[in-house]
């Protein structure tokens, strides 16, 4: 029984999580916010899954007032943008 049970525990050790494709939703709205904010040439489809959660959280209704906010938020997404390559799959 310890045998199968350090056989289990390797082989379930061993699997790498998969990861899922973001919600085709989510990943409308992050384009749409995106063209609202000036990155139009920004592709949303082609983003990792982090970076739209992070542009999710970031893009809220507040960032789109002019004024310094709206700066603020415009590098914060170029930070964003910056983290992953484009996905391949």
Sequence with gaps: MTRFALVLAAFLAGLQPAMAAPNAQL????????????????????????????????????SFTPGPRRWDTQQKVKVILR?????TD
């Design 83 to 87: 983290w992953d390559p484009p996905r």
């Design 27 to 62: 990943v409308a709205s992050v384009q749409h916010r995106l063209d609202a904010l000036g990155f139009a040439a920004v592709d949303a489809g082609q983003l990792s899954t982090r970076q739209i959660a992070a542009l999710h959280m970031q893009l809220n209704r507040r």
